[in-house]
Antibody, heavy 123, light 108 residues
Framework: QVQLQESGPGLVKPSQTLSLTCTVSGASITSGSYYWTWIRQPAGKGLEWLGHIYTGGTTKFNPSLWSRVTISLHTSNNQVSLKLTSVTAADSAIYYC???????????????WGPGTLVTVSS | SYELTQPPSVSVSPGQTAMITCSGDALPKKYAYWYQQRSGQAPLLVIYEDTKRPSGIPERFSGSTSGTMATLTISGVQVEDEADYYC???????????FGGGTKLAVL
């Protein structure tokens, strides 16, 4: 069974780059038709889809964030990374990585989630 | 940008039926998916493709759709069902993926 674990700094200064890693076990990030996805949730608020990367390497991002977001595959460590540039306090949230499965109508639906990691943006 | 609209909260007594709605212009053409998120936990998929239940999800969870509205129904609500529920879908062309704002289910 696939398992995901997010990791990275819990505190990031404003204007800097937030960098997180998702370590995947129980499956290869380059096998199958899956989409490795990042989602975030500010404290007390709802879920926001940030973007995903296909096992083949193609990416898609939330239009509201696309210019600041990068998602990459790191095959040697079986990890997926997220980089978010020029952060502000509004980027403080729990960040989840998830594996999205392809359902009918070609929708990539997050179906296996990590526990999430809290990131606070503050000086 | 595309939006899915949910009521902020729904309250029911144990044993009653809870209905949580999700409204979106593309729902007549795109499937709705539903997640349960208990406090302090990651979301769990409870309904996929409008009406289907993943294995391990109790039969009291069901989904339906009519026009631009999808509905998650929980029959015979139990105290353990108290959680936030989110719908998820895409815009008409399948380009923008969004979650609804979430509905807090209180079991009083």
């Amino acid at each position: 069974q696939v398992q995901l674990q997010e990791s990275g700094p819990g505190l990031v200064k404003p204007s800097q780059t937030l960098s997180l890693t998702c370590t995947v076990s129980g499956a290869s990030i380059t096998s199958g038709s899956y989409y490795w996805t990042w989602i975030r949730q500010p404290a007390g608020k709802g879920l926001e889809w940030l973007g995903h990367i296909y096992t083949g390497g193609t990416t898609k991002f939330n239009p509201s964030l696309w210019s600041r977001v990068t998602i990459s595959l790191h095959t040697s460590n079986n990890q997926v990374s997220l980089k978010l540039t020029s952060v502000t306090a509004a980027d403080s949230a729990i960040y989840y990585c998830a594996r999205a499965d392809l359902f009918a109508d070609d929708n990539a639906v997050p179906n296996h989630w990590g526990p999430g990691t809290l990131v606070t943006v503050s000086s | 940008s595309y939006e899915l609209t949910q009521p902020p909260s729904v309250s029911v007594s144990p044993g009653q039926t809870a209905m949580i709605t999700c409204s979106g212009d593309a729902l007549p053409k795109k499937y709705a998916y539903w997640y349960q998120q208990r406090s302090g936990q990651a979301p769990l998929l409870v309904i996929y493709e409008d009406t289907k239940r993943p294995s391990g999800i109790p039969e009291r969870f069901s989904g339906s759709t009519s026009g631009t509205m999808a509905t998650l129904t929980i029959s015979g609500v139990q105290v353990e069902d108290e959680a936030d529920y989110y719908c998820y879908s895409t815009d008409r062309i399948g380009d923008e993926r969004v979650f609804g704002g979430g509905t807090k289910l209180a079991v009083l």
